[in-house]
């Protein structure tokens, strides 16, 4: 699921709105989005998800025991392994402060990937105490993969700039079509 960060911004409003509230009816409403959402108490213990957590994920939450995020196990885009400790929720809870701009790459216990840009927040009550924090996982795995499908087509178009071989130039070219026409599908879909 693609959502603009107005999107995502409308949807953690109604989820801190149920938490300083405690009306669990928008909660409730929460559980009919398509996009991945939890809450976590002060102590980054998840205390709610809805059902677009676990296909996000591709495991069931615990609530009471899981702690800081969803997802089994995290890395950055550049692959290297980031402990739940360290995650973007954990740095908004322990800050005090909502995350924005950073995307991660979330892996299932089957072993496939999800590339996303997290949003987390903290929820704060009327005497500005930490109530807990609420966070929203895009999926922008095929925005991602149209936008690498796209840099290796760059990468065609200049080698083909550089070779002397006409037949190894014209391959080139016809690959960074191949390249940006299946890059335009992804962005399709």
Request: one cysteine or more; a negative charge; proline letters at 6%.
């Amino acid at each position: 699921m693609y959502a603009s960060t107005a999107t995502a911004d409308r949807i953690l409003d109604l989820a801190t709105e149920a938490m300083q509230t405690g009306e669990d009816s928008l909660l409730a409403a929460l559980d009919q989005l398509p996009a991945a959402i939890y809450v976590t108490d002060p102590d980054g213990v998840i205390t709610y998800y809805n059902p677009a957590c676990i296909d996000f994920a591709g495991r069931v939450p615990a609530v009471g025991s899981d702690r800081w995020c969803v997802t089994w196990k995290l890395y950055t885009e550049d692959g290297n392994f980031l402990p739940h400790e360290k995650c973007p929720m954990a740095v908004a809870i322990l800050e005090q402060r909502p995350v924005r701009g950073v995307s991660a790459v979330a892996e299932r216990p089957d072993g496939s990937r999800v590339n996303f840009m997290p949003y987390p927040t903290p929820i704060f009550g009327t005497a500005g105490n930490l109530l807990g924090a609420v966070n929203i996982l895009v999926d922008v795995t095929d925005s991602w993969q149209a936008e690498f499908l796209r840099s290796q087509a760059r990468k065609c178009r200049r080698l083909a700039l550089s070779v002397c071989d006409r037949q190894t130039a014209d391959t080139l070219t016809l690959m960074a079509a191949e390249y940006e026409q299946k890059a335009d599908k992804f962005c399709a879909a």
